[in-house]
């Protein structure tokens, strides 16, 4: 099947607010002969009807990638930094360069050598569908690394909460201290270091 002229890959992330794990970024070139009805943003969206949607978006759209940072690299690089970095090796894995790609948000990554154009589309996972697609497989990609993060450092509920810095996970933090998974740069698991290092 060839692919249009005009290629359009949307771009999102998820996981930039949690406390652990790594933040992740999808890229999806839809088929526009081959729609998928339901996309939207992710958060949106119950887990299974995320999932279906997942597997629909790899069968039928015409290129995809979800790529990650790692906490380390959000340590060195803040997490906007290493939002970006996920982006741009999201874009660059896929296996078409597209003509546009658009970006959920404000900030654009510096992918100018992978595509022909970038612009920043505020709330696109909510209108554009590329980018809705691509919102449901940066968190389902996402929260499907989770359970695996909590088996290899139990104690934290990371399949729970996913990261996220809710109370039963900031008690967590408190009673064990971070674990390789959370990152260092961000204040509540800097609270917790500086509660065991005194």
Same mark, same amino acid.
């Not at 002969?33 to 009807?49: E, F, N, T």
């Not at 997490?79 to 090796?89: H, S, V, Y």
């Given at each position: 099947? %060839?692919? *249009?002229?005009?290629?359009?890959?949307?771009?999102?992330?998820?996981?930039?607010?949690?406390?652990?794990?790594?933040?992740?970024?999808?890229?999806?070139?839809?088929?526009?002969?081959?729609?998928?009805?339901?996309l939207?943003?992710? &958060?949106?969206?119950?887990?299974?009807?995320?999932?279906?949607?997942?597997v629909?978006?790899?069968?039928?759209?015409?290129?995809?990638q979800?790529?990650?940072?790692?906490?380390?690299? @959000?340590?060195?690089?803040?997490?906007?930094?290493?939002? #970006?970095?996920? #982006?741009?090796?999201?874009?660059?894995?896929?296996a078409?360069?597209?003509?546009?790609?658009?970006?959920d948000?404000?900030?654009? *990554?510096?992918?100018?050598?992978?595509?022909?154009?970038?612009?920043?589309?505020?709330?696109?996972?909510?209108? @554009?569908?590329? @980018? %809705?697609?691509?919102?449901?497989?940066? &968190?389902?990609?996402?929260?499907?690394? #989770?359970?695996?993060?909590?088996?290899?450092?139990?104690?934290?509920?990371?399949?729970?909460? &996913?990261?996220? *810095?809710?109370?039963?996970h900031?008690?967590?933090?408190?009673?064990?201290?971070?674990? *390789?998974q959370?990152?260092? %740069?961000?204040?509540?698991?800097?609270?917790?270091?500086?509660?065991?290092?005194?």
């Amino acid at each position: 099947m %060839s692919a *249009p002229a005009v290629c359009t890959a949307g771009v999102d992330e998820a996981g930039r607010g949690p406390l652990a794990g790594p933040v992740y970024a999808a890229a999806v070139i839809l088929d526009p002969r081959r729609p998928i009805v339901g996309l939207r943003d992710s &958060k949106q969206l119950s887990p299974a009807r995320r999932e279906l949607l997942a597997v629909q978006i790899r069968e039928h759209a015409l290129a995809w990638q979800v790529a990650w940072a790692d906490v380390e690299e @959000i340590d060195c690089l803040n997490i906007l930094g290493a939002t #970006m970095l996920a #982006m741009r090796r999201a874009v660059a894995g896929l296996a078409l360069r597209p003509s546009l790609v658009q970006v959920d948000g404000n900030r654009c *990554p510096q992918i100018a050598d992978c595509c022909d154009r970038v612009e920043a589309v505020v709330r696109g996972d909510a209108s @554009i569908p590329a @980018i %809705s697609a691509a919102s449901i497989l940066a &968190k389902q990609g996402r929260d499907a690394l #989770m359970p695996a993060l909590e088996r290899a450092y139990p104690g934290y509920q990371l399949a729970t909460h &996913k990261g996220y *810095p809710t109370p039963d996970h900031l008690a967590a933090l408190a009673r064990l201290g971070p674990s *390789p998974q959370h990152r260092r %740069s961000f204040g509540p698991v800097r609270d917790a270091i500086n509660i065991f290092e005194t």
